[in-house]
C-alpha cells in the first residue's frame, strides 16, 4: 500500500564505502527526486527524474550518482563516503514536474 | 540566486489561530507550495498557490502575493498534532519547474 517506499530506513557505514539507497513509487507518477536534509532540517534537492530522464541535477558532488531503471524506480549511489554526507535522504514522486510532491520515509545515513 | 524567508519558530495556543509567512526572492517564479514535516517523518503536501489569493483546505488556508513575493499558512483551531515544522516551497520555471524549499518554521502548540 505505501506510495513511496526507500530502503534501507538505517544506514550506518564507515567512511570510503560505497553505498545505494533504494526507491520505489507505485503512483504512477512520471517525476521522482532525490532530497537530502541535513541536521538543520535543511532540505535540499539533489536530483529529479522525469522518465527516465535526468532534468535537473543540483551542484552535488559527482559521488552521488541516480539510477533509474524505470520510472517507478530511482536509486541513489553513493561512492566514497564523506562524513559529510550524513543526513536524511528522502525520496518523493509527483505526477508532474509543478504538482504536490509524494515523499518517502527517508533514509537515515550515519557515518563513522 | 534564490531565496526563502520564514520564521524560525512560531508557539501558539490549543484552539487559536497561527500565520506562518514566507517571503521569497527568485526569478521564474511559478508557484508555492507549502509542506508539514512532524519530527522525525517525511514532509506532507499541504497546499499548492499559483495565483494570487487564498486556497482553503480544511482548517488549512495558504495564500499568496506574486506582486508582494510573499505567502503564508494560515492554521485554524490548533490542535496539539499540529506541531510539527511547516517549509514553504518555491517552484521556478526554466525548461522542466524546480523546487527550493524554505528552511523551514517549527509550530510548538501549547495548552
Known amino acids: 500500500d505505501t506510495a513511496v517506499s526507500q530502503t534501507p530506513k538505517y544506514l550506518v557505514t564507515q567512511m570510503g564505502n560505497d553505498k545505494s539507497i533504494k526507491c520505489e513509487q507505485n503512483?504512477?507518477?512520471?517525476?521522482m527526486y532525490w532530497y537530502k536534509q541535513d541536521s538543520k532540517k535543511f532540505l535540499k534537492i539533489m536530483f529529479s527524474?522525469?522518465?527516465?530522464?535526468?532534468?535537473i541535477n543540483e551542484t552535488v558532488p559527482n559521488r552521488f550518482s541516480p539510477k533509474s531503471p524505470d520510472k517507478a524506480h530511482l536509486n541513489l549511489h553513493i561512492n566514497s563516503l564523506e562524513l559529510g554526507d550524513s543526513a536524511v535522504y528522502f525520496c518523493a514522486s509527483s505526477r508532474g514536474a509543478n504538482q504536490p510532491q509524494h515523499f518517502g520515509d527517508g533514509t537515515r545515513l550515519s557515518i563513522l | 540566486g534564490q531565496s526563502l524567508e520564514q520564521p524560525s519558530e512560531v508557539t501558539a495556543v490549543e484552539g487559536a489561530i497561527v500565520q506562518i509567512n514566507c517571503t521569497y526572492q527568485t526569478s521564474g517564479f511559478y508557484g508555492l507550495s507549502w509542506y508539514q514535516q512532524h519530527d522525525g517523518g517525511a514532509p506532507t503536501f499541504l497546499s499548492y498557490?499559483?495565483?494570487?489569493g487564498l486556497e482553503e483546505t480544511g482548517r488549512f488556508s495558504s495564500f499568496l502575493s506574486r506582486s508582494d513575493s510573499y505567502g503564508y499558512l494560515l492554521l485554524q483551531e490548533l490542535q496539539m498534532k499540529d506541531s510539527a515544522s511547516y517549509f514553504c516551497a518555491v517552484l521556478r520555471s526554466g525548461g522542466y519547474q524546480k523546487v527550493t524549499f524554505g528552511t523551514g518554521t517549527k509550530l510548538q502548540v501549547i495548552p
Open positions: 503512483l504512477g507518477h512520471d517525476t
Open positions: 527524474y522525469n522518465n527516465k530522464e535526468l532534468i
Open positions: 498557490n499559483a495565483l494570487d
